[in-house]
């Protein structure tokens, strides 16, 4: 048998419009599709008349100073980290937007600057054993629940200001949340 309109096979199939839309409706959950993490309020996303001081001098070798995406919290959905600017003002932010079961994203705000937001960047850093800042010999000696270095398994993130200080971001599982140490000073 050939239908030349849909809605004719729907009938021959015992469906209305409206009962099929009612059963995608209730098929489909909520969070099916991923939200995109929402620029909190007062912050503005990088633009192409942002790439100067140190994001345009390094262009090339960083495209994107103030974006990474990876599995930072290791649930298999992507997570981002953005530098982001106030929309008045020269302030600027990390943020980190970590998925969710829920497919929204947690917010977290780890560094804030007045100022010079073109001269901090982020990159992805690769898995391995970091030496510390501390340990390093950079500022005071470690302390005593300070690690002398510390091993990156999975993703994880550099946040730095160009040709000067380092932290590398990543994952504790144990606590079950993100820590920054810094590597240089």
């Given at each position: 048998m050939r239908f030349t309109r849909p809605k004719t096979a729907l009938r021959f199939l015992g469906f209305t419009m409206k009962r099929l839309?009612?059963?995608?409706?209730?098929?489909?959950?909520?969070?099916?599709?991923?939200?995109?993490?929402?620029?909190?309020?007062?912050?503005?996303?990088?633009?192409?008349?942002?790439?100067?001081?140190?994001?345009?001098?390094?262009?090339?070798?960083?495209?994107?100073?103030y974006f990474v995406r990876a599995d930072f919290n290791r649930d298999q959905k992507p997570d981002e980290a953005w530098i982001l600017l106030r929309k008045e003002g020269e302030a600027w932010a990390l943020f980190v937007f970590l998925s969710t079961p829920s497919g929204r994203f947690d917010t977290i705000k780890l560094e804030e600057g007045k100022d010079y937001a073109h001269n901090q960047g982020v990159s992805l850093a690769g898995s391995g054993t970091y030496q510390t800042a501390c340990a390093k010999g950079y500022g005071l000696p470690c302390g005593p629940d300070e690690p002398r270095s510390v091993?990156?398994?999975?993703?994880?993130?550099?946040?730095?200001?160009?040709?000067?200080?380092?932290?590398?971001?990543?994952?504790?599982?144990?606590?079950?949340?993100?820590?920054?140490?810094?590597?240089?000073?």
């Open positions: 839309i009612a059963l995608l409706a209730f098929c489909t959950p909520a969070f099916a599709v991923l939200a995109e993490p929402q620029v909190p309020e007062g912050w503005r996303l990088p633009n192409a008349h942002d790439m100067k001081g140190s994001w345009g001098e390094f262009r090339k070798e960083l495209p994107t100073p091993e990156i398994r999975g993703p994880a993130f550099n946040f730095f200001t160009f040709e000067s200080s380092s932290s590398v971001v990543y994952w504790d599982d144990s606590a079950r949340q993100l820590k920054q140490i810094w590597l240089s000073d």
